[in-house]
């Protein structure tokens, strides 16, 4: 998987020894050789991992730069990697909390580093591929700025579930301890419940069980393929670690555990989970909207149309039959002009309240704007059909409409139209429009009342 990694140095002979090994594994290398040229350069051209020395003279340091990259709208996503030579506790739990993704020692194991830089790129890949879609959204006005996923703000704690998976007494106490301040800490196989993690700590120095099975299961599993993985690993056991995020783990943490630092891990993890879930529903949100009527929640047009062609398609091919449902409200310019249009928006919402509540859940109700509406309905003839549309009229008219602003509740009725498809050259086209003529005739026929539309003009 080739990326663009910015490498952050005042140095240039480690500059250039990072470059060499990062081109040789096919990486675009940008370089920079001072805290504040990062920060711009970071801005300027969107890398999708940055490697940070931490000691550099004048200006601001690694973890200044860090801390700002993090902060910025634009390049809060991009992943970091702390490159120091001071490998004491201090410094490592700096690094984390200015926002880094990993923290390694000079000098840089290659093994270790490209592992890491692999895992941290594979799920940028994924969040590059989430912003991208929301902000075609918001260009095409599906997404408004009001809907934007919420940032990746550094300096706010996400509480979660946290599901340990291990076998080591004093070890899960020590996790607990930890993690259990900010989060809910639920152990596999004890009694207590807290519903879906939202971080799963697994041991691959594990005794009773393989921590590297469980890891690949979860991965290749379907609800637990996005959970961010932490696996517990010996501090001089390098393949195992390289192993464990080569399955699929998101970060490691060697043993003997430390609180603070496992604290931090975690705050990362879950803050960048809840980024990529914000970014998913946002677009869900955004889909959503862009095939559904904002003033009654039925389906739009655009929907109609993907929907109906399919169909009709299946059912020229020999599947079975479709038929359309063309609906008019009797009189509904004169209700506007006699109540106003407030009144009138009060009573599309109910009749589309009473139009979903008439149809099957395998039918798709549709506005088409005003007083129009569709309903498509799969795997149904033309007398099911028609039998569905006389029992919508029926309720319809049944009892008359509450609408906020009206002095008196107002009688409402429909005229319907239904149609079939019936040839084998049948077409989306075609049988809106006998739809559209069944509903015509039902209005020149007095309206209230359901026509359905056999081919060639003849009423059924």
């Known amino acids: 998987m080739s990326a663009r990694i910015l490498i952050v140095d005042d140095l240039e002979a480690n500059r250039r020894l990072l470059e060499a090994k990062l081109t040789s594994e096919y990486y675009d290398v940008l370089m920079a050789s001072r805290g504040e040229e990062a920060v711009q350069l970071a801005k300027r051209e969107k890398p999708d991992l940055i490697l940070m020395d931490v000691m550099m003279p ?6 200044e730069a860090c801390r700002r990259i993090k902060t910025q709208p634009e390049t809060r996503h991009i992943p970091v990697i702390i490159l120091t030579t001071l490998d004491d506790r201090t410094e490592k739990l700096r690094g984390l909390q200015a926002g880094a993704e990993e923290f390694l020692t000079k000098p840089i194991d290659d093994v270790q580093l490209l592992a890491r830089a692999k895992s941290l790129l594979a799920l940028k890949v994924v969040t590059d591929e989430l912003r991208a879609r929301e902000a075609n959204g918001m260009r095409l006005g599906v997404i408004g700025e009001e809907m934007r996923a919420d940032p990746l703000d550094q ?5 979660g579930t946290v599901l340990v998976v291990d076998d080591n007494a004093s070890q899960i106490k020590r996790i607990q301890s930890a993690l259990g301040v900010e ?3 639920a152990i596999l196989g004890s009694e207590t419940d807290l519903g879906p993690p939202d971080l799963v700590v697994v041991s691959v120095t594990a005794k009773s069980f393989d921590g590297f099975r469980v890891i690949a299961r979860m991965r290749s599993g379907e609800p637990t393929r996005h959970l961010p993985i932490l696996a517990i690993v010996e501090p001089d056991d390098q393949k195992r670690a390289l192993r464990a995020l080569e ?3 998101h970060d490691i943490i060697v043993r003997p555990i430390d609180e603070d630092e496992i604290a931090a891990r975690a705050r990362t993890l879950m803050r960048r989970k809840r980024y990529i879930e914000a970014l998913r529903a946002r677009l869900d949100q955004g889909i959503e909207l862009a095939i559904t009527d904002q003033l009654t929640n039925l389906y739009n047009r655009r929907f109609l149309d993907t929907q109906l062609g399919p169909l009709v398609q299946r059912a020229q091919c020999g599947g079975e039959p479709v038929s359309v449902m063309a609906i008019d409200i009797d009189h509904f310019k004169r209700c506007n002009d006699t109540y106003g249009h407030d009144v009138g928006d009060a009573i599309l919402r109910e009749f589309a309240v009473r139009l979903a509540s008439n149809v099957r859940p395998s039918d798709f109700a549709c506005r088409l704007g005003g007083e129009e509406f569709v309903v498509l309905m799969p795997r149904t003839n033309g007398d099911i059909g028609c039998l569905a549309a006389e029992r919508l009229r029926r309720n319809v008219c049944a009892a008359p409409f509450n609408a906020p602003g009206a002095p008196h509740p107002i009688e409402i009725t429909v005229s319907i139209g239904v149609a079939c498809t019936a040839t084998a050259d049948d077409t989306p086209e075609a049988l809106l429009k006998r739809a559209d003529e069944a509903l015509y005739d ?5 309206r209230n009342r359901v026509i359905g539309k056999a081919t060639g ?4």
Do not use: E, Q
């Open 58 to 63: 004048g200006g601001i340091d690694g973890y």
């Open 442 to 446: 039902a209005k020149r026929a007095g």
């Open 247 to 249: 399955l699929g783990a």
């Open 457 to 460: 003009g003849r009423a059924a």
């Open 183 to 185: 989060h809910r800490v």
């Open 155 to 159: 300096h706010r704690v996400f509480s």
